[in-house]
Structure formats: structure tokens, C-alpha cells
């Protein structure tokens, strides 16, 4: 089968209780979504993955779970206040509002020079002469680009004003200050020397100004961060690690290969702090003729060098003898015993967003099949580890007390080694199709034969093959066969 398109996994996770509008009851809000039953144990599985991957198979990051507001002095020196903006256009037309960096340059000229002169000429002078067109109306009298800070701003205490700056703070737009303003803490009660890192996963938001395409792209979101602390010689060796390493991650979440590819960003493209960036990219939008436009991120690897650290530390004067930060209590420095220096670490960050890491591995999972009926099947062939639920106890006829009874005391043993529920709200066809449909790697069936021999079948998700065993050994066969 074609690969499914983002719309497909929206029917699938809203009919199955993956992901929901949020308030929904009150006609919603743009781009707030509710995890469902099952979203929530998929998000807390890759969640699970991702820091037994980095904090406990690893012997060198530190775990954290920083504020979700902090000083507004913290968001002022890592830049955020200054710079954390996208460029606004709005069309004068149809009032519709668009980021200016999103625009597409329309064609011009079959000229290759041309066009790539075109291209590369600033988006200013091109709105300013209406060479572009609304995405919406098509009309070319676009305002010109203005700075639209993505922080949502909000008040502490008992402020009498949200205009009272000595109140104002902000909803943390990334999780990473959080960690690097908590660098000395970790640092001494930890005892670490470099390199070593610390991660965190934790809420985060943008006033996003164009959300959309389901969960790709919220205002609320969680994120997966971890900073990495080393010698700045030691920097480009181990951001080639981290690549390599998140692609591992990635296919052993059960995201193929094919789907993935890296993209290096260009010195044009660098956040101000960013030495180097290589995005993860994945096919989130494959039924786009170009292929180019069929990927797009998935997660971020950056060398940030040593910006952050410098930036929050109490320094009365930098290299040019201007006075930096004395706001800050700490200095960020490193000292290295060993050598009796004291520098700042560079740090390579890799930042993975749970949302698009779900997406992506429901696209990935998504499959159909069909049955003898020439019936057609969704199957989710999700990894079992990322699996909601586990296995499926079903009993064929729930009428029967005994089948009944042994099938949720079968049940009860299972748990809590496996996530197993007990089902018997439809015909054992609809119950199989149901927990394929959710991605449940088995299903054990209780029968009239079963109230003889003490055996059950236990069916395979993805062939559909069948297996008799005996209830003493069904524990630990389904262990090795989820292993």
C-alpha cells in the first residue's frame, strides 16, 4: 500500500482514542489536542524509551526537570526576548496573516540564473516591488515583514497590570536554559567531569503563528532535550555520534530507514549561537508530487558551542572590556583539575519533540491487509515496547460464565509484567480487528476446548497466525515473543 498521509492517521488516532481535539465541546481551539487513552501510553513508552536509552544504558547524563517559568532575567541573556521572533506579513486584501520566511518564491523565469538570483534576493525587496503572492487570495499588497515575538507572555504575583513589567514572565519556550542555568548544580552534586550531559523532556510553547497538520505543529508541546557538555576540540566528534546515534534510535523505534534523511543546515539558515545543525528530517507529508517538500523535521542536532554558558554567567567584562551579564550570581565556567584551566564547555544538543516522534511512528506503523473475506484491515505494527496495550484476552463466547471466568483470571496473571486487557464487547472477528487496529501485539483467545486442555490461542498481530499454549507457560512465552 501508498504510504498514509497525515489525514489517515488523524481518523485512525481519533476514532481509536489516540489523540482528540482539546475542548472540543466548546468548538475547540487551533492546533490543542487532547492524548487519549491510548496516546498517552504511546507518548509515555517513547518518553520511556528515549531516557533509558540516553540516562540509564549511558553512564554519563544526569537527569533534570526544571521550571516551566523562571526568571525573566533567563530569557533576556539566552536572546530569546531579542531575538525569538518569525516575520509577519499580513495581506491588505484578505487580511490574512502569514509568516514571511514560509512564502514561496513564485516562478519567474525557465532561466536557472534567473530564478536562483530571484531567490536569493531578500524577501524585503520582493514584497516591497509585490513579487509575491498571498498564499490565499493571490493578491500581491502584502504589508511589509515585522517581528512577531513565538513567547507567550504571562504575570507572577498579584500584579495589578499584564502591562507591569515588574510582573511580566514567560511560559518557557524550549527546555534547554532550564538545564544550562543549572549546569553548576548538576555539575557539583553529581560529581561529573567532562564530557558528560544532562537531560530533560518537559512542556514547552510557542505562539506559533501558522499551527497546523494535526500534532506536527502545536503552540503546546512536549520536548526531549539533552545537552551535551565537552571540550570544544572534543565538539565535532561527538556531534557526529549524536547523529548517528538518533538515526539508531529512530529505527528502533520501528521508523524505517527510507523515511529518514539528514539535512544540513546552511550558515544562512544557523541560529546565531549554532556553530553547526543537522536536522533529522521525516516523510510527513508523502502524498506531495515534489519529493523535497514530502520531508520535513523530525528533531534538531546543534553544536551550540559555548553561547549559553557564557551568556548566564556573572562576568563584569568580556574580551572587549564591555560589561556582560551582572545580573547573574554564577560563573558557568568549568574548571578542569587536571589541567588547571578554566574554560566554558561547548555543548552539542540534540532536541526531539514527542508529538512528531508519535506521528511519525503511526505513519510508519500504519498498514492494511487483507482477509479471506477480501475485507480490508488497518494493522498498526508498532515495536511492542511503544505498544499501548500489550495483549488482548478475549473469550469466544462471553455468555458462558467458565470462559468468562478463566479468561479474566488469565487477566489478572498477566498483569502487571504486560499491559493486558479483557474484552468481550463484539463477535471474535470485530475484537481481533480492533486490536489490530490499535496496534496490540497479541491476542489470546479463551475457548470451550480451553475449559479441557487448560490451553489457549494466542493469535499474531501482524501474520495473524495462531498458536495453542498451555496456561502455565502462556506468561513467560508471551515475555520472550514481546521481547
Same mark, same amino acid.
Given at each position: 500500500?501508498?504510504?498514509?498521509?497525515?489525514?489517515?492517521?488523524?481518523?485512525?488516532? &481519533?476514532?481509536?482514542?489516540?489523540?482528540?481535539?482539546?475542548?472540543?465541546?466548546? !468548538? *475547540?481551539? @487551533?492546533?490543542?489536542?487532547?492524548? $487519549?487513552?491510548?496516546?498517552?501510553?504511546?507518548?509515555?513508552?517513547?518518553?520511556?524509551?528515549?531516557?533509558?536509552?540516553?540516562? %540509564?544504558?549511558?553512564?554519563?547524563?544526569? *537527569?533534570?526537570?526544571?521550571?516551566?517559568?523562571?526568571?525573566?532575567?533567563?530569557?533576556?541573556?539566552?536572546?530569546?526576548?531579542?531575538?525569538?521572533?518569525?516575520?509577519?506579513?499580513?495581506?491588505?486584501?484578505?487580511?490574512?496573516?502569514?509568516?514571511?520566511?514560509?512564502?514561496?518564491?513564485?516562478?519567474?523565469?525557465?532561466?536557472?540564473?534567473?530564478?536562483?538570483?530571484?531567490?536569493?534576493?531578500?524577501?524585503?525587496?520582493?514584497?516591497?516591488? #509585490?513579487?509575491?503572492?498571498?498564499?490565499?487570495?493571490?493578491?500581491?499588497?502584502?504589508?511589509?515583514?515585522?517581528?512577531?515575538?513565538?513567547?507567550?507572555?504571562?504575570?507572577? @504575583?498579584?500584579?495589578?497590570?499584564?502591562?507591569?513589567?515588574?510582573?511580566?514572565?514567560?511560559?518557557?519556550?524550549?527546555?534547554?536554559?532550564?538545564?544550562?542555568?543549572?549546569?553548576?548544580?548538576?555539575?557539583?552534586?553529581?560529581?561529573?567531569?567532562?564530557?558528560? !550531559?544532562?537531560?530533560? /523532556?518537559? &512542556?514547552?510553547?510557542?505562539?506559533?503563528?501558522?499551527? @497546523?497538520?494535526?500534532?506536527?505543529?502545536?503552540?503546546?508541546?512536549?520536548?526531549?532535550?539533552?545537552?551535551?557538555?565537552?571540550?570544544?576540540?572534543?565538539?565535532?566528534?561527538?556531534?557526529?555520534?549524536?547523529?548517528? @546515534?538518533?538515526? #539508531?534510535?529512530? %529505527?528502533?523505534? *520501528?521508523?524505517?530507514?527510507?523515511?529518514?534523511?539528514?539535512?544540513?543546515?546552511?550558515?544562512?539558515?544557523?541560529? %546565531?549561537?549554532?556553530?553547526?545543525?543537522?536536522?533529522?528530517?521525516?516523510?510527513?507529508?508523502?502524498?506531495?508530487?515534489?519529493?523535497?517538500?514530502?520531508?520535513?523535521?523530525?528533531? !534538531?542536532?546543534?553544536?551550540?558551542?559555548?553561547?549559553?554558558?557564557?551568556?548566564?554567567? +556573572?562576568?563584569?567584562?568580556?574580551?572587549? $572590556? &564591555?560589561?556582560?551579564?551582572?545580573?547573574?550570581?554564577?560563573?558557568?565556567?568549568?574548571?578542569?583539575?587536571?589541567?588547571?584551566?578554566?574554560?566554558?564547555?561547548?555543548?552539542?544538543?540534540?532536541?526531539?519533540?514527542?508529538?512528531?516522534?508519535?506521528?511519525?511512528?503511526?505513519?510508519?506503523?500504519?498498514?492494511?491487509?487483507?482477509?479471506?473475506?477480501?475485507?480490508?484491515?488497518?494493522?498498526?505494527?508498532?515495536?511492542?515496547?511503544?505498544?499501548?496495550?500489550?495483549?488482548?484476552?478475549?473469550? =469466544?463466547? +462471553?455468555? &458462558?460464565?467458565?470462559?468468562?471466568?478463566?479468561?479474566?483470571? =488469565? #487477566?489478572? +496473571?498477566? =498483569?502487571?509484567?504486560?499491559?493486558?486487557?479483557?474484552?468481550?464487547?463484539? !463477535?471474535?472477528?470485530?475484537?481481533?480487528?480492533?486490536?489490530?487496529? /490499535?496496534?496490540?501485539?497479541?491476542?489470546?483467545?479463551?475457548?470451550?476446548?480451553?475449559?479441557?486442555?487448560?490451553?489457549?490461542?494466542?493469535?499474531?498481530?501482524?501474520?495473524?497466525?495462531?498458536?495453542?499454549?498451555?496456561?502455565?507457560? =502462556?506468561?513467560?512465552?508471551?515475555?520472550?515473543?514481546?521481547?
Amino acid at each position: 500500500m501508498s504510504a498514509p498521509n497525515i489525514e489517515t492517521i488523524v481518523s485512525l488516532a &481519533k476514532r481509536r482514542g489516540f489523540v482528540f481535539p482539546a475542548s472540543d465541546i466548546y !468548538g *475547540g481551539l @487551533g492546533s490543542s489536542w487532547d492524548y $487519549g487513552s491510548l496516546g498517552v501510553e504511546l507518548a509515555n513508552n517513547i518518553k520511556q524509551s528515549w531516557w533509558r536509552w540516553l540516562v %540509564h544504558e549511558r553512564d554519563d547524563i544526569e *537527569g533534570l526537570d526544571s521550571s516551566i517559568i523562571q526568571n525573566r532575567l533567563v530569557w533576556k541573556y539566552s536572546g530569546h526576548e531579542a531575538t525569538f521572533s518569525d516575520p509577519l506579513v499580513d495581506c491588505r486584501k484578505c487580511q490574512s496573516r502569514f509568516r514571511a520566511d514560509k512564502l514561496e518564491h513564485p516562478k519567474i523565469s525557465d532561466n536557472v540564473e534567473t530564478q536562483k538570483a530571484f531567490e536569493q534576493t531578500p524577501i524585503e525587496e520582493l514584497i516591497a516591488i #509585490k513579487e509575491f503572492p498571498c498564499p490565499n487570495c493571490g493578491s500581491t499588497d502584502l504589508t511589509a515583514p515585522r517581528p512577531f515575538n513565538l513567547m507567550f507572555r504571562t504575570t507572577v @504575583g498579584a500584579a495589578s497590570s499584564d502591562e507591569d513589567e515588574t510582573a511580566l514572565a514567560y511560559l518557557r519556550p524550549e527546555t534547554a536554559q532550564g538545564i544550562f542555568i543549572k549546569f553548576a548544580n548538576v555539575l557539583n552534586t553529581s560529581r561529573r567531569k567532562l564530557p558528560f !550531559g544532562i537531560a530533560q /523532556i518537559g &512542556k514547552a510553547f510557542r505562539n506559533e503563528v501558522t499551527p @497546523g497538520n494535526f500534532i506536527f505543529r502545536t503552540r503546546e508541546f512536549e520536548q526531549m532535550e539533552m545537552e551535551y557538555f565537552c571540550r570544544p576540540e572534543d565538539a565535532p566528534r561527538i556531534f557526529e555520534e549524536f547523529i548517528d @546515534g538518533f538515526q #539508531k534510535w529512530f %529505527h528502533s523505534l *520501528g521508523i524505517s530507514a527510507e523515511n529518514l534523511k539528514l539535512y544540513e543546515q546552511s550558515k544562512e539558515e544557523l541560529a %546565531h549561537y549554532a556553530e553547526r545543525t543537522v536536522d533529522i528530517l521525516y516523510r510527513f507529508f508523502p502524498e506531495r508530487e515534489d519529493e523535497e517538500k514530502q520531508f520535513d523535521e523530525l528533531m !534538531g542536532i546543534a553544536n551550540r558551542k559555548d553561547f549559553d554558558l557564557k551568556a548566564h554567567s +556573572k562576568k563584569p567584562e568580556d574580551a572587549e $572590556g &564591555k560589561r556582560i551579564n551582572s545580573d547573574s550570581t554564577e560563573d558557568l565556567s568549568y574548571f578542569d583539575e587536571a589541567t588547571k584551566q578554566r574554560f566554558y564547555p561547548y555543548v552539542i544538543e540534540p532536541a526531539v519533540g514527542v508529538n512528531r516522534t508519535l506521528l511519525a511512528i503511526l505513519m510508519d506503523a500504519y498498514s492494511e491487509k487483507t482477509n479471506d473475506k477480501g475485507e480490508t484491515r488497518v494493522i498498526l505494527k508498532l515495536k511492542p515496547e511503544l505498544a499501548p496495550i500489550k495483549v488482548a484476552v478475549l473469550p =469466544l463466547a +462471553k455468555n &458462558k460464565p467458565e470462559i468468562v471466568a478463566m479468561a479474566k483470571d =488469565l #487477566k489478572r +496473571k498477566l =498483569l502487571p509484567a504486560m499491559r493486558t486487557v479483557y474484552d468481550d464487547t463484539g !463477535g471474535i472477528g470485530k475484537l481481533y480487528a480492533r486490536q489490530d487496529e /490499535i496496534g496490540t501485539p497479541f491476542c489470546v483467545t479463551v475457548d470451550h476446548e480451553s475449559l479441557e486442555d487448560n490451553a489457549v490461542t494466542v493469535r499474531d498481530r501482524d501474520t495473524w497466525e495462531q498458536e495453542r499454549v498451555n496456561v502455565s507457560e =502462556l506468561k513467560d512465552y508471551l515475555q520472550k515473543r514481546l521481547s
